[in-house]
């Protein structure tokens, strides 16, 4: 059974920084792609930032130049480094690791980013 742990979220003011983790039970070598997402009040879940098993990585317009995935797999944990935080980043935000037959979704976390 595959487990996805995620934490990082909270308020943060614009311009401010946040870090996600989601730690998961298994070899994250064992996912062909590894991704954030987000879903805001009302918006459908759009894809954030991917990793490939090979580091090569994708993110959203809106996001690049500011947010950075990353992994560790010692700790068997996928990173979101976010900077520069903008309003319009407020949303839940969920792990997705994925293999050629199966998907695993973290529980999400909410970050907000208000004054």
């Known amino acids: 059974q595959v487990q996805l742990v995620e934490s990082g979220g909270g308020l943060a003011a614009p311009g401010g920084s946040l870090r996600l983790s989601c730690a998961t039970s298994?070899?994250?070598?064992?996912?062909?792609?590894m991704g954030w997402y987000r879903q805001a009040p009302g918006k459908q879940r759009e894809l954030v930032a991917v990793?490939?098993?090979?580091?090569?990585?994708d993110y959203a317009n809106s996001v690049k130049g500011r947010f950075t995935i990353s992994a560790d797999v010692e700790k068997n944990t996928v990173y979101l480094q976010m900077n520069n935080l903008k309003p319009e980043d407020t949303a839940v935000y969920y792990c997705?690791?994925?293999?050629?037959?199966?998907?695993?979704w973290g529980q999400g976390t909410r970050v907000t980013v208000s004054s």
């Open positions: 298994v070899n994250i070598f064992s996912f062909n792609s």
């Open positions: 997705n690791l994925r293999t050629s037959r199966d998907d695993y």
């Open positions: 990793r490939g098993t090979l580091g090569l990585t």
